[in-house]
Structure formats: structure tokens, C-alpha cells
């Protein structure tokens, strides 16, 4: 599957808990992804990162983690 498919599949499943842990006080410290997603979005945000800015996501410090499934993520407090 289309790896920009994937990130907007992956995108809509990780708003409503997240939407449910803010809601909770529990705001994640960073989000999980498979390297393949994690090499899209840093694409994608190239300059920030370039400039010296940690890659974030969806208002999260983002990370590569290999042990996971192209289409999962999981959060880290």
C-alpha cells in the first residue's frame, strides 16, 4: 500500500485517541511509527527539521520504531 495512503489512514485512526487522551489530561509525550511513515512525514516537514526543530506530529515529538506495523503507531508518555 501507497506509504502517503497509509499515513492518512494511520492520521484518522491515532485523532480520536489522542482527541480522548487530551480530553483525560494525559497529553502523549511522543508518537510512535513505523520507520516508513516516520521517513514520509519528515519528508514532508524537511525544513523545520532542517532548521533544527524536532519532527512533530499531531503536537508530538514523532519517533521511528521498527518493532511496529506500517499502518500502527502507539503513544509515549
Known amino acids: 500500500m501507497e ?3 497509509v499515513l ?3 492520521i484518522d485512526r491515532a485523532c480520536g ?3 480522548e487522551r487530551i480530553e483525560n489530561g494525559r497529553m502523549p509525550h511522543s508518537m510512535r511509527v513505523h520507520p516508513q511513515i516516520f521517513a514520509c512525514i519528515h519528508d514532508i516537514r524537511a525544513r523545520e ?3 533544527g526543530y ?3 506530529f ?3 515529538e514523532l519517533t521511528a ?4 506495523p506500517l ?3 502507539s503513544f509515549a508518555d
Open 17 to 19: 485517541p489522542l482527541a
Open 49 to 51: 527539521v532542517a532548521d
Open 8 to 10: 492518512t489512514r494511520l
Open 54 to 56: 524536532p519532527l512533530m
Open 3 to 5: 506509504t502517503s495512503l
Open 65 to 68: 520504531d521498527d518493532s511496529l
Open 58 to 60: 499531531l503536537g508530538m
Open 71 to 73: 499502518a500502527d503507531f
